[in-house]
């Protein structure tokens, strides 16, 4: 129950947020990324019971369950032309 409620809170926000830029006629050259760290803590470092599966390893390790993140993009049309994304 907590975890659907942090999540409810915080679409709650981001629908705030995206709203008063529609509101104020900004939306269209607004760029809104969410990403998130590296993985959770298993093995090592704050053992607490994160799983990372299908991905191996956590915070603290060199694994790809340690060392990605998911991440994605939204806004208005304006934002999103000749979009150029660097990753390393």
């Known amino acids: 129950k907590m975890y659907a409620a942090m999540v409810t809170v ?3 926000g981001i ?3 995206t709203g008063a830029l529609k509101d104020r006629g ?3 050259d607004t760029l809104v990324i969410f990403t998130t ?3 959770g803590p298993t093995e090592t470092c704050g053992v607490q019971g994160s ?3 299908p991905l191996r390893g956590g915070k ?3 694994w790809q369950g340690g060392t990605t993140g998911d991440g994605f ?3 208005g049309q304006g ?5 150029v994304i660097r990753t390393d």
């Not at 934002?79 to 979009?83: G, K, P, V």
């Open 10 to 12: 915080v679409d709650e």
């Open 15 to 17: 629908r705030n947020v």
């Open 26 to 28: 900004l939306w269209n």
């Open 37 to 39: 760290d590296n993985g």
């Open 51 to 53: 799983s990372n599966f």
């Open 60 to 62: 603290c390790s060199v």
């Open 73 to 75: 993009l939204s806004g």
């Open 79 to 83: 934002a999103l032309t000749n979009l």
